[in-house]
């Protein structure tokens, strides 16, 4: 059965770091690119950075040289480094393949940026 599981949300103070996980058990996951989304309350789900299936990784502005996305196709996992997070990056955080596609949305993981 096909499922998507994100997890390491946590509650961290601002400047803090976190690393999210993701395990993609979807078929032909070495050939799929995937991608990290989040959702803050009241807004829209944003991609927030992308690892193609050819080994480019690319990142909202907003995130850009702080979060780092990396994958291990053996592992079918996709991760999410976050270094000095902001209040602004307090949202629940998705793992999906880009484009998304409505049956891979799992639970999520909060991650809350707080003092």
């Known amino acids: 059965q096909e499922r998507i599981e994100e997890s390491g949300g946590d509650l961290v103070v601002p400047g803090g770091s976190l690393r999210l996980s993701c395990l993609a058990s979807i078929r032909h996951f070495g050939l799929t690119t995937m991608g990290w989304y989040r959702q803050a309350p009241g807004n829209q789900r944003e991609l927030v950075a992308t690892?193609?299936?050819?080994?480019?990784?690319i990142y909202a502005d907003s995130v850009k040289g702080r979060f780092t996305i990396s994958r291990d196709n053996d592992k079918e996992s996709v991760y999410l480094q976050m270094n000095a997070l902001k209040p602004e990056d307090t949202a629940v955080y998705f793992c999906?393949?880009?484009?998304?596609?409505?049956?891979?949305w799992g639970r999520g993981t909060q991650v809350t940026v707080s003092s």
């Open positions: 999906n393949q880009v484009p998304s596609k409505e049956r891979y």
């Open positions: 690892y193609t299936s050819s080994g480019f990784r």
